[in-house]
């Protein structure tokens, strides 16, 4: 029994911290839907619960939940309940891809906390502040990328074990349920879609030549096809022709809109991944794993580069949602590397070194973290 506590602990020791996390976040949300103007406790939220309850604009299945909650009094309070709980349902499924990785589970809790709260390392004058102008995973004032990111990375998980298998057979009941996720996320936000199907699709190319038969990569693809309908009825409403908006391609008009040093300030946002790759790069031709999600990288950042809305949200960056979220599984999976490393002959030094680099970047989270509960701007110019 003594045994089975001291097992127990940590993981009931990362549980206790995913509970006091939970609560903030449910704070920090509740105090954002009260928000009227001015820089404290600045959010989107008051914005998309507007949307829905007086404007009437449907494109996120999150509008619904807001409508429902909008039936009782205290609403305002359920829909903070409703993202604390989706923010921990993110450190949740963000261990369990963790264990996937196959690291110890006693490790896991707190890691998958620390992924979910790491930011940007922050030096003045490369950016506008520590989060606008740079990139992060960790975001708390956008409540539909809040409600995505889990189901994301559910889709993922989903989307590694069918890869696994697909060689051999397609299992149908796997499929249909990444194809139901798939559409699920999307209609919440379809930012995950649009940076995972073309690197799917190439990644699927790619096995064809390797001899996995054509039908058996067909029916894997025919699983995105429900998903890209949905785009289709959500552009219809976000660019239909009440809008004035449009998708256009105007090369590095968002990165540079509030960073004199977007490619600087894009490096420091992901230097962790960054050092572990410097270490790891026979690792992109033997582990697939890491080459796609560094592949989704490279795509989700030509997207937020290349592309932006025409209109009065042509600053508003909605093209680099999909990039964020890939962030959190580019720390995932160097999370593994690093600790991979860890007993091969002299790599102490690269392990401390990438160590220190989480680190960091959980220090400048912790501080934006703590900042918002503080009731400070997520602009944050200092």
Same mark, same amino acid.
């Given at each position: 029994?003594?045994?089975?506590?001291?097992?127990?602990?940590?993981?009931?020791?990362?549980?206790?911290?995913?509970?006091?996390?939970?609560?903030?976040?449910?704070?920090?949300?509740?105090?954002?839907?009260?928000?009227?103007?001015?820089?404290?406790?600045?959010?989107?939220?008051?914005?998309?619960?507007?949307?829905?309850?007086?404007?009437?604009?449907?494109?996120?299945?999150?509008?619904?939940? =807001?409508?429902?909650?909008?039936?009782?009094?205290?609403?305002?309070?359920?829909?903070?309940?409703?993202?604390?709980?989706?923010?921990?349902?993110?450190?949740?499924?963000?261990?369990?891809?963790?264990?996937?990785?196959?690291?110890?589970?006693?490790?896991?809790?707190?890691?998958?906390?620390?992924?979910?709260?790491?930011?940007?390392?922050?030096?003045?004058?490369?950016?506008?502040?520590?989060?606008?102008?740079?990139?992060?995973?960790?975001?708390?004032?956008?409540?539909?990328?809040?409600?995505?990111?889990?189901?994301?990375?559910?889709?993922?998980?989903?989307?590694?074990?069918?890869?696994?298998?697909?060689?051999?057979?397609?299992?149908?009941?796997?499929?249909?349920?990444?194809?139901?996720?798939?559409?699920?996320?999307?209609?919440?936000?379809?930012?995950?879609?649009?940076?995972?199907?073309?690197?799917?699709?190439?990644?699927?190319?790619?096995?064809?030549?390797?001899?996995?038969?054509?039908?058996?990569?067909?029916?894997?693809?025919?699983?995105?096809?429900?998903?890209?309908?949905?785009?289709?009825?959500?552009?219809?409403?976000?660019?239909?022709?009440?809008?004035?908006?449009?998708?256009?391609?105007?090369?590095?008009?968002?990165?540079?809109?509030?960073?004199?040093?977007?490619?600087?300030?894009?490096?420091?946002?992901?230097?962790?991944?960054?050092?572990?790759?410097?270490?790891?790069?026979?690792?992109?031709?033997?582990?697939?794993?890491?080459?796609?999600?560094?592949?989704?990288?490279?795509?989700? =950042?030509?997207?937020?580069?290349?592309?932006?809305?025409?209109?009065?949200?042509?600053?508003?960056?909605?093209?680099?949602?999909?990039?964020?979220?890939?962030?959190?599984?580019?720390?995932?999976?160097?999370?593994?590397?690093? =600790?991979?490393?860890?007993?091969?002959?002299?790599?102490?030094?690269?392990?401390?070194?990438?160590?220190?680099?989480?680190?960091?970047?959980?220090?400048?989270?912790?501080?934006?973290?703590?900042?918002?509960?503080?009731?400070?701007? =997520?602009?944050?110019?200092?």
């Amino acid at each position: 029994m003594e045994r089975t506590t001291r097992k127990d602990t940590p993981r009931i020791a990362a549980y206790v911290l995913w509970m006091v996390y939970g609560i903030a976040c449910a704070y920090l949300y509740y105090r954002q839907t009260k928000w009227t103007g001015g820089s404290v406790f600045e959010s989107d939220l008051p914005a998309h619960i507007k949307m829905v309850i007086e404007d009437h604009w449907y494109y996120s299945l999150t509008a619904f939940v =807001y409508r429902f909650l909008y039936l009782f009094p205290i609403h305002d309070l359920l829909i903070a309940l409703f993202l604390g709980i989706m923010s921990v349902f993110a450190v949740a499924v963000t261990a369990v891809l963790l264990r996937y990785f196959q690291l110890p589970e006693e490790l896991t809790g707190f890691l998958a906390l620390i992924l979910n709260l790491v930011m940007p390392i922050f030096i003045p004058g490369v950016a506008d502040g520590r989060y606008i102008g740079m990139q992060s995973a960790s975001i708390w004032h956008n409540s539909t990328y809040i409600v995505m990111k889990p189901l994301a990375v559910i889709c993922f998980l989903l989307y590694l074990q069918l890869e696994q298998e697909i060689s051999e057979k397609l299992p149908v009941k796997k499929a249909v349920i990444f194809s139901l996720m798939l559409v699920l996320t999307t209609a919440v936000k379809p930012s995950y879609l649009v940076v995972f199907a073309p690197v799917m699709l190439f990644f699927m190319i790619a096995d064809l030549f390797k001899k996995v038969p054509f039908w058996r990569l067909f029916t894997f693809g025919c699983c995105v096809l429900p998903s890209l309908g949905v785009i289709l009825l959500q552009n219809a409403v976000l660019f239909g022709a009440q809008t004035d908006s449009g998708i256009i391609i105007a090369p590095g008009l968002v990165v540079r809109a509030h960073s004199g040093h977007p490619f600087v300030a894009a490096g420091l946002s992901i230097l962790f991944p960054l050092a572990v790759l410097i270490f790891s790069l026979q690792d992109l031709v033997k582990d697939r794993i890491y080459r796609f999600i560094w592949a989704l990288a490279f795509v989700g =950042y030509g997207e937020m580069f290349l592309l932006s809305e025409s209109g009065h949200r042509s600053l508003d960056g909605n093209f680099m949602w999909g990039y964020f979220l890939v962030i959190l599984l580019l720390f995932a999976v160097s999370v593994k590397k690093l =600790y991979e490393k860890k007993d091969r002959p002299g790599a102490a030094l690269e392990v401390v070194g990438c160590a220190c680099t989480l680190a960091l970047h959980l220090y400048y989270g912790m501080h934006f973290f703590i900042a918002l509960l503080k009731g400070i701007s =997520y602009h944050m110019w200092t």
